[in-house]
């Protein structure tokens, strides 16, 4: 046996050293083990190996989801791939007497790479079918020789005892009290003494003296990457004889159909009635089991690589001088990954519009592209549902298979029976007749098992169909670039003077072909509705349920809100930054601090005045606002970034004023949209408006505070680009209601043409639209129109309403502070605590607004400004630092925070409620558009308008006056918000 010589002197040489090391381990040697090490490099920090998690597990769970899909494989199997050649370079540059930290990120990537890519490939019905099929053999290949380098590496890396003394002391084994940087432990490691890696130069040629890992030791890592490598070996070979069985079946595809087909039927010899088609069948459920079982065997591993490799990475010996969170190595790949997935979802999306057009009926069991590769995958999907069918005696077996062909196929030449119509019309098998008893469960588990393999595996069904080959559209209506956009008429002209074509895209003969399973079930019960339309104003359009939910009023509304809720907590979070910014970066002397923030709150206030009214207006002019609504978030996130990177005044302040102009865009153009969308309970709607707002003023200065204490400056931007990347997925997937509706207007949830009858030929090049009373509708308002509600009674009743609410709470904000500062005593924290009292019956916005839906606007109103009449009057009592005085000004406060809820959401629906009255006062007087824009732009002026009243208007009274006047102003004020609610605000009598 001479060939296993060098193997069996290498397992006697580990023997030997693990005999020796606890020899000396149980001598009474207790010194620490150390290495010279480099430290990780920044490819293989937090950043990238979180990065690189998320790509595997969206890889493995979101097969079906082809956008994530696209987006992560590519990266998913890139990143394995360039650790496996850092490692083999590692393995050849070996330094002794040194290690490169590098080899735990290497083997961290490698070793979960092989784990997971067999997983994926394996549940992958349609991978084989790729052109590029092989090239995951070629991946393969890659990744072992780098097992077996890493293998070879972590064996050669050898531990040092320390035996010095720091202070007369022995250092200690516990690695968190180890002298990092001030001792060597007796070892030549230093930058200037070597040892030298041709790898490490530069600023990454420090090396240190660190504790030898103890969470992964390097022969623990030895071991689980030769175990990967076996796994690896074997992977490869089931490739090979896959790869080699579909090369073999490619070049003889037409002989081992022929045969195939003639012998499914034909008995095994030597078995007891089994034919190659039912083995087959037990074959492929088989594969189906061990495909179930497989996720569990190799995602276990995986995750426990994982657990195992973290923990070590957070170790403080392997932790020491890693690249910090803030560097741009690590959070650079994040972003980039994140605005692939931003540009896949575009894609998809877009591809989603596409197809709500085209409107093919792809449930339907004769629009399904059946292909002779796809018999096999058939057949495994319907095999146990076969096995419980109970099959007629007097059917031959070759019959039934016919059968069963016919039915699956909708170009089957046969005539279908009427069980098999129905099963078109129904799109359910035929239920059996009698079923076979199941002894002890096992079928249940049998189907079960069933049921968890095919959720597992992924049908590339873009891949197998035959949609990318467009039949010929030359014979359709001419356009030119961008005929869409200027020609509203432009789908119905293509309606009539296109060709009709049937569900595929191919011209028919019959008029409108729809098909025939939706043909049959679409029966109206209105006989004199279906004889007034004729085939061919039958609409072709169909709207996906991805569509419909994505121009639902719910989510407008879950995307408004997040808007509303980003835009206050990104401009909550900065209020503990700014003073940092001023002071340290922007060289603001700290006594021209408060002068300072006063004048960026004046110049935020500034551009949130003047931006609402215009964007407002602007946005009633555009076709859409979902345009001027994406703008409003780009000025969002530059006005961060200025206010991030920022080192002068003047800077800041262009930020703060972009900010405010970003505030004007979210709350006037948002607030648009949603009533857009809006046809009933307009309260309950802007009553979560309200939530999302009261949620920003909580969250933002406590969790700006908490990352600037623990993280640092650029901590507090990392949370507000988080929260911009997350808007930016919801607006880019919501699509416009108005326009969603204006596109699907003739088609019912069903897909079933309106009752209504489609205008006439003439209708398509009249450039208005009449409206009931013979007004014409014109596509926007007129400047007459917009004064006739900027003069509205109701309108300037709520907006000078809002005024008076908003600057009756920004005076808290103003006085509060001092306040307790000065009579309580309490620092910034408890100061701020106090706020909660104010804010948290905001939460209750929603419930008041379906109130006021029912029952009107006025008198909540008028009940909110009421009862801030007495609860202001009331704060004089609180005078003294008592346990008493505390527990009154928290009680007085938490009323007043009601009481404010009780009029702040009325208000902004009394807006909606007056252009809509309007509107039906004089059809047609907004034009196409409407004006909601410029009615919630002049909202969010008042809005801000109030909150500067508000601010130096108690400033001044407590600074000047006191306490006890600064309280009965306030009621004062209050009284006279009531007196207009009651009289003004809400329909008049009748």
């Not at 290498?10 to 430290?39: E, K």
């Not at 037990?282 to 994982?306: C, D, E, K």
């Not at 004769?366 to 146990?384: A, G, I, Q, Y």
Request: charged content about 15%; glycine content about 10%.
């Amino acid at each position: 046996m001479p060939a296993l010589q060098p193997l069996l002197s290498l397992i006697q040489r580990g023997v030997d050293n693990t005999t020796h090391a606890s020899n000396a381990a149980g001598s009474g040697d207790d010194a620490l083990q150390v290495i010279c090490a480099w430290p990780v490099s920044g490819q293989y920090g937090p950043g990238s190996r979180i990065l690189y998690y998320v790509l595997i597990a969206a890889c493995v769970l979101a097969q079906k989801s082809v956008w994530i899909r696209n987006a992560c494989l590519a990266a998913a199997l890139l990143l394995p791939a360039v650790a496996a050649v850092h490692a083999i370079v590692l393995a050849a540059l070996h330094v002794d007497g040194a290690v490169d930290m590098d080899v735990f990120g290497a083997f961290q990537l490698c070793s979960i790479g092989i784990l997971a890519a067999p997983v994926t490939v394996r549940l992958s019905r349609t991978y084989f079918n790729d052109p590029g099929r092989n090239t995951i053999f070629l991946w393969a290949g890659l990744i072992l020789a780098g097992l077996l380098s890493l293998t070879v590496e972590f064996y050669r890396i050898g531990t040092s005892s320390c035996s010095e003394k720091e202070a007369g002391i022995p250092i200690p084994r516990d690695t968190h009290r180890f002298p990092y940087g001030n001792t060597t432990c007796g070892l030549v490691c230093s930058v200037t003494e070597g040892p030298f890696s041709p790898m490490r130069g530069g600023s990454a040629k420090d090396i240190y003296v660190i504790p030898a890992p103890d969470g992964l030791t390097f022969g623990t890592a030895t071991l689980i990457a030769a175990a990967c490598c076996v796994h690896a070996i074997l992977w490869l070979a089931s490739m090979m004889d896959k790869i080699l069985e579909i090369n073999f079946k490619s070049v003889s595809l037409r002989f081992m159909e022929r045969e195939t087909d003639g012998q499914l039927n034909d008995p095994i010899e030597g078995t007891n009635g089994a034919t190659i088609g039912s083995m087959k069948k037990v074959n492929h459920m088989v594969r189906m089991f061990l495909s179930v079982v497989a996720v569990p065997v190799f995602g276990g591993a995986g995750l426990a690589i994982l657990i195992i490799g973290e923990r070590n990475f957070f170790s403080p010996q392997v932790k020491y001088q890693n690249e910090p969170w803030a560097s741009i190595g690590q959070w650079a790949p994040i972003v980039g990954t994140g605005l692939a997935a931003v540009g896949s979802l575009y894609l998809l999306l877009k591809s989603d519009g596409n197809s709500t057009v085209e409107g093919v009926c792809k449930h339907c069991a004769h629009h399904t592209n059946r292909s002779p590769s796809s018999r096999d995958s058939r057949s495994l999907r319907d095999s146990v549902d076969d096995s419980d069918r109970t099959r007629s005696p007097h059917v031959p077996v070759a019959h039934s298979a016919t059968m069963s062909s016919s039915a699956n196929d909708g170009m089957s030449p046969l005539r279908p029976s009427f069980t098999t119509l129905s099963r078109y019309l129904t799109g359910h098998a035929s239920q059996a007749t009698t079923v076979r008893s199941d002894v002890g469960g096992r079928r249940k588990v049998a189907r079960m098992f069933h049921a968890v393999g095919k959720s597992f595996n992924s049908a590339a069904y873009e891949m197998m169909g035959t949609s990318g080959f467009e039949p010929t559209r030359a014979g359709d209506f001419p356009e030119i670039p961008g005929e869409a956009n200027r020609n509203r008429k432009l789908k119905r002209i293509r309606e009539r003077y296109n060709p009709p074509r049937d569900a595929d895209g191919y011209e028919t003969p019959l008029p409108r072909s729809r098909s025939r399973a939706t043909s049959f079930l679409n029966v109206w019960s209105n006989e004199n509705a279906m004889s007034s339309v004729s085939p061919d104003d039958v609409p072709i359009i169909r709207q996906s349920p991805l569509s419909r939910f994505r121009s639902s009023t719910l989510l407008i509304l879950i995307v408004v809100c997040s808007a509303v809720f980003t835009d206050i907590f990104l401009y909550g979070l900065l209020v503990p930054v700014l003073p940092f910014a001023l002071t340290s970066r922007a060289g603001v002397p700290v006594s021209e601090i408060p002068r300072w923030n006063g004048i960026l709150l004046a110049l935020y206030n500034l551009g949130l005045c003047i931006g609402s009214p215009a964007f407002g207006f602007l946005a009633d002019r555009m076709s859409s606002r979902r345009l001027p609504f994406l703008a409003g978030l780009v000025a969002l996130a530059a006005s961060t970034l200025l206010l991030c990177l920022g080192r002068n005044v003047a800077v800041i302040a262009v930020g703060r004023v972009l900010q405010g102009l970003s505030a004007a865009i979210c709350w006037a153009v948002g607030l648009a949209l949603l009533a857009d969308s809006l046809t009933e309970r307009v309260g309950w709607a802007l009553g979560w408006v309200n939530w999302a707002m009261t949620a920003g003023f909580l969250l933002s200065p406590i969790l700006g505070g908490l990352a600037y204490e623990n993280a640092g400056y650029y901590a507090v931007y990392y949370m507000a680009f988080g929260l911009i990347a997350c808007d930016i997925v919801l607006r880019l997937f919501m699509k416009e209601g108005k326009a969603a509706r204006t596109q699907n207007a003739n088609v019912t949830d069903e897909g079933a043409p309106s009752r209504e009858t489609r205008p006439v030929e003439a209708d398509l090049v009249e450039p208005t639209h009449e409206r009931p009373g013979g007004r014409s509708l014109q596509a926007g308002a007129g400047v007459a129109n917009y004064w006739a509600l900027i003069k509205s009674r109701r309108l300037l009743a709520s907006l000078i309403g809002c005024i008076m609410q908003s600057a009756s709470k920004f005076a808290f904000f103003a006085v509060i502070p001092p306040f307790v500062d000065k009579t309580f005593h309490w620092d910034a924290l408890a100061a701020g605590l106090i706020f909660l009292c104010v804010l948290l019956p905001g939460f209750l916005s929603p419930l008041v607004g379906s109130v006021a839906d029912r029952y009107g606007t006025k008198w909540l109103s008028f009940a909110g400004f009421a009862l801030s009449v007495p609860l202001f009057v009331c704060l004089r009592f609180v005078a003294e630092n008592t346990l008493s005085q505390k527990v009154l000004l928290g009680a007085l406060l938490t009323l007043m925070g009601i009481a404010l809820t009780l009029s702040s959401t009325p208000l902004m629906a009394e807006i909606t409620y007056v252009i809509e009255d309007k509107d039906k006062e004089k059809p047609g007087i907004w034009g196409t558009k409407g004006v909601y824009g410029v009615g919630f732009g002049l909202f969010t002026t008042s809005f801000a308008l109030g909150g500067v009243i508000g601010s130096f208007m108690a400033g001044y009274l407590y600074d000047g006056p006191g306490w006890e006047t600064f309280g009965w102003a306030f009621g004062i004020w209050c009284a006279g918000g009531a007196v207009i609610c009651a009289f003004f605000v809400g329909k008049p009598a009748t």
